[in-house]
């Protein structure tokens, strides 16, 4: 069965610096990948998404992320964090337009000044 | 373009009474899913309806219902409302043609169970 695991409840960041978070999947087949954000009382908003060719996604806000096969992870990232960027973010996984998405647990994003 | 829209924003219960909650998708759209968040969690995929008819499940109980209307519009209902059913439910839409099923989701209902 597919299942997402973002690593670390909490990360903060120094505003400036890079931001970097870790979603991996378990899946037998290659799935459709997303980064959501949410902001407090707010639904989710979609960052970027991977379904298949180039690997390495580009999305709102500056944000990226890179599909690695081999390390079965799609990890989000964003050279230099502005204090806009607190929220939660989830990792989802799908594996084919007819399946449920799944998300992971969220990882909360703290910005320092 | 009008957006994912629910109400109530937020509402209050006791156990055991019956909620209802109602969602209309994004223009265009013709599916509608609905999630459940608990706090300090990523959303729980409860059911998706097209043409109005539930059309997957996830591991929630019966006392969770839902419907669909002509104008694509829906409704959850929960029965029997029990503590842990306090969360944030959280309705989102797709095209049911969409290859990804990417979903556009609303700002949530908060229900909270007293």
């Known amino acids: 069965a597919q299942s997402v695991t973002q690593l670390g409840s909490h990360v903060s960041v120094s505003e400036g610096a890079l931001v970097l978070l870790r979603c991996n999947y378990s899946s037998s087949v290659p799935p459709y990948l997303f980064w959501y954000v949410q902001y407090p009382n707010q639904g989710l908003q979609l960052l970027l998404k991977?379904?298949?060719?180039?690997?390495l996604v580009k999305g709102i806000n500056g944000f990226e992320a890179e599909f690695k096969k081999s390390e079965t992870s799609f990890h989000l990232t964003k050279p230099s964090a502005h204090m806009s960027d607190a929220a939660e973010y989830f990792c989802?996984?799908?594996?084919?337009?007819?399946?449920?998405?799944?998300f992971g647990k969220g990882t909360r994003l703290h910005i320092l000044p | 373009d009008a957006g994912v829209t629910q109400s109530p924003t937020h509402l209050i219960k006791t156990r055991g009474q019956q909620v209802t909650l109602r969602c209309s998708p994004k223009s265009g759209h013709d599916t509608v899913s609905w999630y459940q968040q608990a706090l300090g969690q990523g959303p729980q995929f409860i059911f998706q309806y097209y043409e109005e008819e539930e059309r997957q499940r996830g591991n929630f109980p019966d006392r969770f219902s839902g419907h669909q209307f002509p104008n694509y519009s829906s409704e959850l209902n929960v029965n029997a409302l029990l503590l842990g059913d306090s969360a944030l439910y959280l309705c989102?839409?797709?095209?049911?043609?969409?290859?990804?099923?990417?979903?556009?989701f609303g700002p949530g209902t908060r229900l909270t169970v007293l």
């Open positions: 991977y379904t298949t060719g180039a690997t």
């Open positions: 989802a996984v799908i594996l084919n337009r007819d399946d449920k998405i799944i």
């Open positions: 989102a839409s797709s095209l049911i043609v969409s290859r990804d099923n990417e979903q556009f």
